[in-house]
């Protein structure tokens, strides 16, 4: 009964995992959750004196544009043309999975990401979760 | 004091002039380095603008291009215009600010064509970011040149304006200085002008003082004749020497001629006129008559001056009164007449001494000759010889048998032969002394002739042996000697014959001589010696006399040739000073050598050997 508990809680707990998202900034970045659109969309480049290098997971971007940015991927693509066209900014990295994006982040200053998994806790900062 | 004042007007405006000046070039300096550095960079950052601005233009329409599907041409033609604008600025040479920039642009501008759709560009957004990025750096670089020299500009020009602010103090504080300085100075030189004007005034007025002072003192007058004698001034003590009173007597020409002897008048007046029309110094000399009748002897010393007003001449001069002077002048004529009488008379007296001094010296030779002779004749040989012709006269009947046989007549011969032999001496003796005794006289007469020399005569210089006048001399003297048994002692070496006045030289060697004995006979020692020595000297001979008597004490050694001085009881202090004078008008010398009382003395006359030309007077 406790394994089949144990199972089960880990069920739960994997398909809460699946359906949440974790928005991780490189260790030290201590990122505002209510900027995380304006960085993903170009508009906030900098914290304090860092560079903000926001990087998209391939994987998870779907969830990332409807939950946090609320836009779908045609919107956000023309946004960043424009973006990049007008502004001269270039749009984030695109990363295929999260352990990719968990990589990125760790190893580049300023890194920001998001995960579909729960982030470990050495390496990066967990800024919010949606 | 004019030109001092000027050199501080001088530095006072250099002072004033010079710091705004150096600013001015500054300022000038600056502005144009300023106005280079603008001129250069002020297009250049245009261009960048402009370059920048196109671009923005270009991605504005690509960033549209994403809503409308196409690149408008304005877009387009803004790249070209970018790719442009950073070839300009890249051939100005700025190539390592433009870099790649224009690289970059110009070959989106190839290959972006007009009207170029979306899905061209998306392919080259990392090449418009890349150009994007480079515009902007191109143009952040351009302005930041730019603003650096307009920074630089307005800090210049703020160093200018504190510059011009500090050149502004220094020149308020210079003038300040220099004011101040200056009104000091001027005001101590005018200090010491009015102390120098005080000074000079005091000075003046000493010299007044001074001047009436020494006037009166010197009774002098001074005077001034302008216009010709028609201006006549006298100072006060010009009236006091004219006994005129200056309330009374106003000085002219003419009035002043009055007061002029009548018979100087003329030569005065002369004078005057001269010393004016020539511009000649006046120098004369007259009588003045004053109202008491007592007359002046005037000097009057002058000379001509321009007068400073009008350029006229004018005649300053001064009247000293010489009758003082005068007076003692005629007081002097007076006494030097009587001074040469009394010095002929003393002349006369002098030469009369000389020659009763010598006579005597001679005479001495001449009495004793004389006593000699009469001596000889006083002797009782004429006696005997007169008692031989009694006894021949009373035997004259048997004068044969009284010679043959009687005791008295066989002695008779041979008493004659010894009378005769007798006679015959005495008669050679007599001679000698008669010989003697005509030199001596003939020397008297001479010494009477040589004094006449004194009266314009010339001696007679002739040649002779130095040894003959010696004997001569000693001649003159040997009896003497004899008599108080001085011993005579002769050294003589050859010398050359000498011309001389040859009684001058006896005349001095006879006093020497005579001294010489009269030292030793003084002495009273037994060994009485008188030596003389004839030797050579330098272009002559001397003859020295050299005794061993009293000596000469050492006071007297300076005094032994003076007229007058003797140490004999009986001397007349002559003898020794002829002697001298005569040893000079020889052109030799006589000199005295005693080494002190009881030590003898030598006195030697050096003669040349060729007297000079004897002129007597």
Redesign the interface.
């Known amino acids: 009964m406790i394994w089949t508990f144990s199972l089960l809680l880990a069920g739960v707990c994997s398909v809460a995992a699946a359906d949440d998202l974790f928005l991780i900034c490189h260790a030290g970045v201590l990122l505002e959750a209510a900027d995380v659109r304006d960085v993903f969309l170009g508009e906030k480049q900098f914290l304090n004196s860092i560079r903000l290098v926001p990087a998209d997971n391939l994987a998870a971007q779907p969830a990332f544009l409807e939950k946090v940015l609320k836009m779908n991927a045609i919107k956000y693509a ?1 946004t960043w ?10 749009p984030p990295a695109a990363v295929a999975n999260d352990s990719a994006v968990l990589e990125f982040v760790r190893l580049t200053p300023g890194g920001c990401g998001y995960l579909m998994t729960v982030p470990p806790r050495e390496g990066v900062s967990l800024i919010a979760k949606y | 004091m004019k030109r001092a004042t000027d050199k501080l007007i001088a530095l006072q405006f250099l002072a004033v002039v010079l710091p705004i000046a150096v600013v001015l070039l500054v300022q000038m300096a600056a502005d144009a380095r300023r106005a280079a550095g603008l001129e250069h960079s002020r297009p250049l950052r245009i261009l960048a603008e402009e370059a920048r601005a196109n671009y923005k233009t270009f ?2 329409g ?6 409308t599907g196409t690149l408008g041409a304005q877009s387009i033609e803004a790249l070209h215009t970018t790719a442009a604008r950073l070839a300009e600025l890249a051939n100005r040479g700025e190539t390592p600010i433009v870099g790649d920039a224009a690289a970059v642009v110009e070959s989106l501008a190839a290959v972006i064509p007009t009207g170029a759709t ?1 899905s061209t ?2 392919p080259l ?2 090449r ?2 890349q150009g ?2 480079l515009t ?1 750096a191109v143009d952040d670089e351009f302005e930041r040149r730019d603003e650096f020299v307009v920074k630089d500009a307005i800090a210049s020009a703020v160093r200018q304006k504190r510059a011009v602010s500090a050149a502004l103090i220094i020149t308020a504080i210079l003038t300040v200085l220099f004011v101040l300085a200056t009104r000091r100075r001027l005001k101590a030189r005018l200090e010491a002008d009015i102390s120098k004007e005080r000074q000079r005034r005091a000075e003046l007025e000493t010299i007044s003082l001074r001047f009436g002072v020494a006037t009166r003192a010197a009774r002098a007058g001074v005077y001034e004749l302008k216009r010709d004698g028609l201006d006549v001034w006298w100072s006060d003590t010009m009236h006091e020497l004219y006994a005129q009173s200056p309330q009374v007597f106003k000085p002219t020409m003419a009035s002043w001629l009055e007061l002029i002897h009548p018979d100087d008048r003329r030569s005065a007046q002369t004078a005057i006129t001269t010393a004016m029309s020539e511009h000649s110094q006046l120098r004369s000399q007259y009588r003045v008559v004053r109202p008491d009748g007592s007359v002046c002897h005037i000097a009057s010393l002058a000379a001509v001056a321009t007068d400073t007003i009008d350029a006229s001449p004018r005649l300053v001069g001064i009247d000293l009164d010489i009758t003082d002077r005068v007076e003692a002048e005629e007081r002097e004529r007076n006494l030097q007449q009587q001074l040469r009488d009394a010095s002929r008379q003393a002349g006369m007296a002098e030469i009369a001494t000389n020659v009763l001094h010598n006579v005597g010296n001679v005479l001495n030779s001449v009495n004793i000759s004389a006593s000699l002779v009469t001596d000889r004749v006083k002797k009782p040989k004429a006696a005997g010889l007169a008692k031989v012709v009694a006894l021949l006269k009373e035997h004259a009947a048997d004068l044969a048998a009284f010679v043959s046989a009687d005791q008295r007549g066989k002695h008779l011969p041979f008493y004659l032969a010894q009378l005769s032999e007798h006679l015959s001496l005495d008669q050679q003796a007599t001679l000698l002394e008669l010989e003697s005794l005509r030199k001596n006289i003939d020397h008297i007469k001479e010494i009477v002739s040589m004094q006449q020399s004194y009266s314009k005569l010339v001696g007679v210089p002739e040649r002779l042996a130095v040894a003959s006048l010696v004997d001569d001399a000693l001649r003159m003297n040997v009896g003497s000697f004899t008599r108080h048994g001085v011993s005579l002692k002769c050294e003589f070496n050859d010398v050359p014959e000498i011309v001389v006045e040859k009684h001058k030289v006896l005349q001095i060697l006879v006093n020497l001589l005579r001294n010489a004995k009269h030292a030793c006979e003084a002495s009273g020692r037994p060994d009485k010696q008188v030596v003389m020595r004839v030797a050579n000297q330098a272009n002559g001979v001397q003859i020295a006399v050299t005794d061993n008597g009293i000596g000469i004490q050492p006071e007297h050694m300076t005094r032994i040739f003076s007229h007058g001085f003797t140490t004999k009881k009986d001397g007349h202090g002559f003898g020794l000073h002829s002697g001298a004078l005569a040893a000079r008008d020889l052109g030799g010398a006589l000199r005295v050598d005693s080494a002190g009382p009881g030590h003898g003395a030598t006195f030697t006359l050096e003669l040349p050997l060729k007297s000079p030309e004897t002129v007597y007077g």
């Open positions: 023309a043309a424009k973006k990049s066209f007008r502004d001269g900014v270039t | 991605t504005n690509a960033a549209d291009a994403v809503d979306l560009l998306m957004r990392a418009v970011i994007d990025v902007k």
